[in-house]
């Protein structure tokens, strides 16, 4: 990854701005880039310059600022922010966050509601790619805050200037140009800049990070450098992952994840580790890592332990002969809830249904929920002890019951309504087939975390 090479603190121009999108990849004729803006002087000179990057090119960029409503003047920032770019014929939305902010880990809180706000904005509107102004600086800060939470080399090689997904490329284009330059490009823009105090909360720790950093004059570069090279190394380890998921783990479309435990242990303990936490986090529906020193632990039990059982990130790890067999943990399970509250149609961030396949919901009376154990003895009076009353197609491949147990079921005025189904109904079953009062609705397992970078949900 070449830097822009210039001066330190002189603004960066059209052309250099243009050799690094170049370096990020092959664009589509007349693109459209959405932004991620918050007012402040990083994501003002991004927009600014992607503008005119696009507008050169035939394309158009679009400004999405969202507002946490975190501190009482984020609305007028956001708002004079989204003057001044209409000003200048960039089309601008404001997203405002829902929700109350959790007592601790704010920042991850709003990291994420931000992003979520972010990629349905930009999907609404047809963009494919979605800039950030991460810089060389958010880098070096990003590989500090990791080396310091014990993160593996993943971990350490920090962002990077691409980042695939299923709606649309994340790309962070400046993140080789250092923090003087882009700041000098945000004041060239003659834009009103907004400042967020909470940058500089030492609450925060990677504002504590940024101030360390601030001592180490020079270092910046070299540890953005640093990421780079272990980024090279990570690729070649996401290889053998691939490979050791394909020998070594099974995933039933029920949520039940089973790991050959002498595959996994014959394997580096980089990759086998690397494996295991996705594992993990497939079986809760998480989709954040874990800490390094959990899954570590976790590794050691799997591997060397005898028959065993593990909780870890939501997830329940029954260590038994030959396997290891992870599964969501019943006690972390969401509440019952109405049905016409799943806007997305993910259940548990883990199984994809349609709810208007699943119930007539005009009244908004049908609620959704786990089965549970209490649940289960109520099918198993109706079905038999060990559901053999129960069509094939609803529980393929006999799960355990604790997986059933955290299976999604509709329920209506307490009662029973609708059971998940995980194989396709025969033509002459109908799209709902029903046994007894009970109906059966299609789920597919598709937690935001997959075992490997190919095959992600």
């Keep these: 990854m070449a830097a822009i090479a210039a001066p330190a603190t002189s603004p960066i121009t059209d052309d250099a701005f243009a050799s690094a999108m170049a370096r990020i990849g092959v664009f589509e004729s007349a693109p459209v880039l959405a932004v991620a803006v918050s007012g402040g002087p990083d994501s003002m000179a991004l927009v600014w310059l992607a503008d005119r990057w696009a507008r050169a090119r035939d394309g158009s960029a679009f400004a999405i600022i969202v507002d946490h409503g975190l501190r009482p003047e984020s609305a007028d920032e956001a708002r004079i922010a989204a003057e001044q770019l209409r000003a200048a014929g960039i089309e601008t939305c404001i997203c405002k966050v829902s929700g109350t902010p959790p007592e601790n880990g704010v920042p991850a809180w709003a990291r994420k509601a931000r992003y ?31 080396l310091a939470r014990g993160s593996g080399v993943k971990g350490l090689s920090g ?28 004041e060239a823009t003659g834009w009103t800049i907004a400042d967020d105090p909470s940058n500089r909360a030492k609450k925060y720790a990677r504002t504590r990070i940024r101030n360390a950093l601030a001592s180490l004059s020079g270092d910046t570069a070299r540890l953005a450098k640093t990421a780079g090279t272990l980024a090279s190394e990570d690729v070649a380890i996401e290889q053998a992952v691939t490979s050791l998921a394909v020998t070594a783990a099974t995933i039933m479309p029920y949520g039940l994840i089973r790991l050959n435990r002498s595959r996994v242990a014959a394997a580096p303990v980089a990759v086998s580790a690397r494996l295991l936490d996705r594992a993990v986090r497939m079986a809760a529906g998480a989709d954040g890592p874990l800490r390094h020193s959990r899954i570590a632990r976790l590794l050691q039990d799997i591997t060397h332990s005898p028959d065993t059982r593990r909780t870890c990130g939501g997830a329940i790890i029954q260590i038994k002969g030959a396997e290891a067999l992870l599964s969501r943990e019943p006690a972390k399970l969401p509440d019952l809830a109405p049905l016409q509250s799943l806007k997305t149609g993910l259940w548990d961030n883990r199984f994809r249904l349609t709810p208007k396949d699943a119930a007539s919901d005009q009244d908004g009376s049908v609620m959704i929920g786990p089965l549970g154990y209490a649940g289960l003895r109520e099918l198993e009076t109706m079905f038999g002890k060990n559901l053999d009353g ?57 937690p935001p975390t997959a075992l490997t970078v190919a095959n992600a949900c």
Aim: charged share 20%; aromatic share 4%; glycine share 6%.
């Design 116 to 146: 979520n706000l972010l990629r349905d904005a930009a999907v609404e509107r047809g963009a494919l790619h979605l800039l950030l102004a991460h810089h060389q600086d958010d880098q070096a800060e990003t590989v500090l805050l990791r």
């Design 390 to 446: 129960m069509p094939p197609n609803a529980l393929r491949g006999n799960p355990p019951r604790q997986v059933i147990a955290g299976l999604p079921v509709l329920r209506k005025n307490g009662r029973i309504t609708g059971f998940s189904t995980f194989a396709p109904h025969k033509a002459n079953d109908g799209p709902n087939p029903s046994i007894c009062d009970i109906s059966l609705f299609p789920v597919r397992f598709a």
């Design 159 to 186: 962002m990077r200037e691409v980042q695939p997904g299923a709606d649309l490329r994340r790309l962070r284009p400046l993140l080789d140009v250092p923090k003087a330059r882009v700041t000098a490009t945000a």
